[in-house]
T-cell receptor
Framework: EAGVAQSPRYKIIEKRQSVAFWCNPI?????LYWYQQILGQGPKLLIQ????????DSQLPKDRFSAERLKGVDSTLKIQPAKLEDSAVYLC????????????FGDGTRLSIL | AQSVTQLDSHVSVSEGTPVLLRCNYS??????LFWYVQHPNKGLQLLLK??????LVKGINGFEAEFKKSETSFHLTKPSAHMSDAAEYFC????????????FGPGTRLSVLP
């Protein structure tokens, strides 16, 4: 089974620019998560989708971050405008429906803000 | 609300000696618990999961964990460390009501000395 695919792997931009990340979950996984992982810390949930609906976006900085999951499959996460503190790894994870199911993670996108 | 404590931020062992990474949790329900490993520049990989079946859970790469409800613990062990085990380890808990909300511990960095 193919894993969670993310692109790009690395991105360097200047502050106040915009950036977008893409995630393709494992086929058939209804739930999709975006996490922000700052160096030396655990992942922090940004947004969770169930199919193409948002389940939890309480920690998403909505003034600059947006995410969508059209057609309940692929997802994009956008930052506009970027700030220095957005430098982090952005991880996407997907999960089958049902209790006890683990999350499966992509390799992430490492974002550096200059 | 559930929470996860990983008692050691950094553990250092010699190659060939046992590994013990400690995790305590709090949960209002019967939890599902997971251990993930993260190697540098990679996403999180599932090591093992506990979902209310056997309390001793075997995972990949020789790791295992024991669920102890009375101690609210889920410690990760391995009899003999390899150099390739050097990584960051995360203990994760979800509650059993549809299990959508994953709570991550802060992580334990494992170093393996030759």
């Amino acid at each position: 089974e193919a894993g969670v695919a993310q692109s790009p792997r690395y991105k360097i931009i200047e502050k106040r620019q915009s950036v977008a990340f893409w995630c393709n979950p494992i086929s058939g996984h209804a739930t999709l998560y975006w996490y922000q992982q700052i160096l030396g810390q655990g992942p922090k949930l940004l947004i969770q989708f169930q199919n193409n609906g948002v389940v939890d976006d309480s920690q998403l900085p909505k003034d600059r971050f947006s995410a969508e999951r059209l057609k309940g499959v692929d997802s994009t996460l956008k930052i506009q405008p970027a700030k220095l503190e957005d430098s982090a790894v952005y991880l996407c994870a997907s999960r089958k429906q049902g209790s006890h199911q683990p999350q499966h993670f992509g390799d992430g996108t490492r974002l550096s803000i200059l | 609300a559930q929470s996860v404590t990983q008692l050691d931020s950094h553990v250092s062992v010699s190659e060939g000696t046992p590994v013990l990474l400690r995790c305590n949790y709090s949960s209002s329900y019967s939890p599902s618990l997971f251990w993930y490993v993260q190697h540098p520049n990679k996403g999180l990989q599932l090591l093992l999961k506990y979902t209310s079946a056997a309390t001793l859970v075997k995972g990949i790469n020789g790791f295992e964990a024991e669920f102890k409800k009375s101690e609210t613990s889920f410690h990760l062990t391995k009899p003999s460390a390899h150099m390739s085990d050097a990584a960051e380890y995360f203990c994760v808990v979800i509650e059993d009501n549809y299990g959508q909300n994953f709570v991550f511990g802060p992580g334990t960095r494992l170093s393996v000395l030759p």
